[in-house]
């Protein structure tokens, strides 16, 4: 897939890749709220009011309108529709949002996604997927924190072999850099690049707040810090 557009449009099409981070890094995350005993736990009916109305996503993005992408939201984890191959399991927390994967056995008991990408018909160069996840309590919520702080620091720095041979259409080998963690308080950020994808690069962000976790990751030529931004935003609607 040597075209530059083919390459976005398999990317931003299949979510089969690193919606991490870039080649510039992330300079200091934001400190948001920490997840203390005392933050007001938040129910599951509360999570679609937490996300941002694609409009607002498609702002932050830089670009015109972003339509809904229904492969990509809903209230179920996200699945690929064919198996993904990379060149480490352990880094496999990084390829997108709310994986059906990385959350199975983690004791979630509620989740909210909201995927947004470019119109029909014109040229795929945006994609986001928000995801907001809720669990029994902040202590299951601080953990799957910790334990992603833990994957994504094994594998920050790294180059990453991603592909989705099976798929529809197939995906070749895609090779992702991926820059180094930062973080603050309860809150992640990494951001990779694509190998000759002439700037294409995505940022992925996620935080833990009272028993919810947000998990963003945002694709574009050039990223910068979208992705933590809307983060922000989201994390900004939990009341203490």
């Not at 180059?159 to 850099?177: A, E, H, I, K, Y």
């Not at 996620?206 to 998990?215: F, H, P, Y």
């Amino acid at each position: 897939m040597a075209a530059a557009l083919t390459v976005r449009a398999a990317l931003l099409a299949a979510c089969a890749v690193v919606l991490a981070g870039c080649s510039s890094t992330v300079a200091g995350v934001r400190a948001t709220p920490s997840a203390g005993a005392g933050a007001r736990p938040v129910s599951v009916s509360e999570l679609p009011a937490l996300l941002l109305p694609p409009d607002q996503v498609a702002d932050t993005m830089g670009t015109a309108v972003l339509k809904v992408d229904s492969n990509t939201s809903g209230h179920e984890m996200i699945a690929p529709p064919a198996p993904i191959e990379l060149d480490d399991n352990e880094c496999l927390s990084l390829e997108a949002p709310a994986q059906k994967a990385v959350y199975a056995n983690t004791g979630w008991i509620g989740v909210q996604t909201l995927g947004v990408r470019n119109p029909e018909g014109t040229i795929a160069t945006h994609m986001v997927i928000e995801a907001v996840i809720a669990f029994p309590g902040a202590a299951a919520a601080g953990k799957i924190l910790a334990d992603q702080t833990a994957h994504w620091s094994a594998c920050s720095g790294r180059t990453l072999t991603v592909s989705q041979p099976t798929g529809n259409p197939p995906t070749p080998p895609q090779r992702w850099t991926v820059g180094p963690l930062t973080h603050g308080d309860s809150t992640l950020a990494l951001t990779s690049v694509l190998e000759n994808g002439h700037g294409l690069s995505c940022q992925r962000a996620l935080a833990n707040r009272s028993n919810i976790i947000v998990d963003v990751g945002a694709c574009r030529e050039d990223i910068a810090n979208q992705a933590l931004d809307m983060l922000d935003a989201i994390v900004g609607k939990i009341r203490p």
